[in-house]
């Protein structure tokens, strides 16, 4: 949906302004072979940058309304699923700041999605991450370093968060041998394992 959405404005801004592809070959060469040197030929073409910035404006405008209130909403969506993607970005790469910026953001999602015990607490948990260098020295250098995520691999952004981390270990360990699977239906045996 977010690329259709995107091609989808994309093609009301050509249509509305004209830019003709010759002017253009450096995002198309970008397009067609991703690389250093077509990102920097782009970056460097004043053409191409003055394209970028008026699309810019172009959707900042429509996010305001001036397509409508149908582009205004779906331009809201598609704010709310980059929200949702560097979320999980700053997840996957333990980047504290990036991740507290994304909890900010997402405090209003979570209240329109009526998520009421997010939308109660994220906000009190905002504030502590917000505050940690001043009510808790130290802290916030720990949770840069060893963080908020959990890497079971070597691979790099293959991080997880760590409640999901210690769920999916309970339950591994409740599943295989020595878990519940073999006595789950004596009740005292469960709760035995449960406890322990």
Not at 124 to 153: K, W
Not at 173 to 188: H, L, P, V
Request: net charge positive.
């Amino acid at each position: 949906m977010l690329d259709a959405i995107n091609r989808l404005l994309l093609q009301a801004f050509l249509d509305l302004n004209g830019f003709s592809e010759e002017e253009l070959s450096e995002i198309q060469l970008l397009a067609s072979s991703p690389s250093d040197g077509a990102l920097l030929a782009v970056m460097a073409s004043e053409a191409c940058v003055k394209f970028l910035e008026a699309f810019r404006v172009f959707v900042s405008n429509a996010r305001g309304g001036s397509l409508g209130k149908t582009a205004q909403f779906w331009i809201n969506y598609t704010d709310s699923v980059w929200t949702l993607l560097r979320f999980l970005r700053a997840i996957k790469e333990n980047d504290l700041p990036s991740y507290t910026n994304c909890l900010r953001s997402l405090c209003p999602l979570l209240f329109s999605a009526d998520r009421l015990n997010y939308a109660r607490y994220l906000p009190m948990y905002y504030r502590q991450l917000v505050n940690i260098s001043q009510t808790h020295p130290g802290a916030e250098a720990l949770l840069e370093r060893y963080g908020f995520s959990v890497a079971r691999s070597s691979v790099q952004a293959c991080r997880v968060p760590v409640d999901m981390a210690i769920e999916q270990t309970i339950n591994r360990s409740a599943k295989t041998s020595g878990g519940i699977i073999g006595f789950t239906r004596n009740t005292d045996a469960y709760r035995r394992w449960c406890i322990t």
